[in-house]
């Protein structure tokens, strides 16, 4: 595998993406589809994925995403992406959505994600990513939190043991009897 190693921090993969909701983004309610919004998220956390690893990426997987509050026909759609921490050839990548109703000054937070991304090469097999050195706070509880979401991840996705899973079974072994 080609050595891709230089480190980088979360802030030199920040994406900021804007879209405005437009009468053919929306539904019958003149709300935004869900199905457009995720079309966004996954351009934007692309872009940010690529960013850190200067290569093209596709995507591996979306984790849970829901539509807890409706987004409204002329509202600003505002997506904000960074990478969270870096596997070997994988990418966790952290998604914010804000809506915003400018004329009444109203602004929301309306979903968050997390989406993976695998770097390739010109064949389209997978290749090594730069390590990603977390810098903020926050950095740090992404950075954290990140081993344990990509195997929840890998089991539900059947492409790892249960068993091997031991950042899930500490969880587990740490809370015994909590839900
Ligand atoms: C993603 C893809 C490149 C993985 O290829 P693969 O041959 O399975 O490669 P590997 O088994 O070596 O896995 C490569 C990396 O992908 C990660 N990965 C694979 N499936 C994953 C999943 N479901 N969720 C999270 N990560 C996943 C692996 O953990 C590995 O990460 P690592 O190198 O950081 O440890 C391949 O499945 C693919 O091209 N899928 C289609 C991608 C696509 O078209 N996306 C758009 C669809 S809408």
Known sequence: MPSNTNSKNPSQSLTVMNELVLPNDTNTLNNLMGGRLL???DIC?????????NRIVVTASVDNVSFSRAIRLGNLVSLTARVTRAFQTSMEV???VWCENIPQGIRH???KA???FVAVDDAGMPT????????????QIHFAGALRRR??????GGRMKPSEANELRSIFESNPGKP
Do not use: S
């Open 45 to 53: 956390a692309a872009i940010a994925a690529q960013k850190h690893a």
């Open 39 to 41: 079309h966004w998220m």
């Open 151 to 156: 195997q929840l991840r890998l089991v539900l």
């Open 109 to 111: 937070l309306c979903n």
């Open 94 to 96: 952290h998604l914010e």
């Open 128 to 139: 090594q990513v730069p390590e990603l050195v977390p810098e903020t706070e926050e950095d």
């Open 114 to 116: 997390y989406f993976t």
